[in-house]
């Protein structure tokens, strides 16, 4: 069983910069994808990055030139680093960790949650 701890959320004014990492514990096995999702009140779940175990990433739109995913394959850690925050950012930030095996997704595991919250 894979156990994801995020760290990093807060408030911030807009225009700052905050920095989500994420340390994942247990069966963390290789090939796998891991990624950052967030929830605000009201709405559904939505991608924010993913980055595959080979670096490569992918990032929703609105997050493109603003944020940056990085991970540490040996640490089995992902970070999210946020500049130019806006008050549309503000939600909840998940952890989401993929397993897959000949193609196939066989396994997703999630964090708890970290808010972050972008006000003045």
């Known amino acids: 069983q894979v156990q994801l701890v995020e760290s990093g959320g807060g408030l911030v004014q807009p225009g700052g910069s905050l920095r989500l990492s994420c340390a994942a514990s247990g069966s963390s096995s290789s090939p796998n994808i891991m990624g950052w999702y967030r929830q605000a009140p009201g709405s559904q779940r939505e991608l924010v990055a993913l980055i595959n175990s080979g670096g490569l990433t992918t990032y929703t739109e609105s997050a493109k030139g603003r944020f940056t995913i990085s991970r540490d394959n040996d640490r089995n850690t992902v970070a999210l680093q946020m500049n130019s925050l806006k008050p549309e950012d503000t939600a909840a930030y998940y952890c989401?960790?993929?397993?897959?095996?000949?193609?196939?997704?066989?396994?997703?595991?999630w964090g708890q949650g970290i808010q972050v919250s972008v006000s003045s």
């Open positions: 989401n960790l993929k397993h897959y095996s000949g193609g196939r997704l066989t396994g997703q595991f």
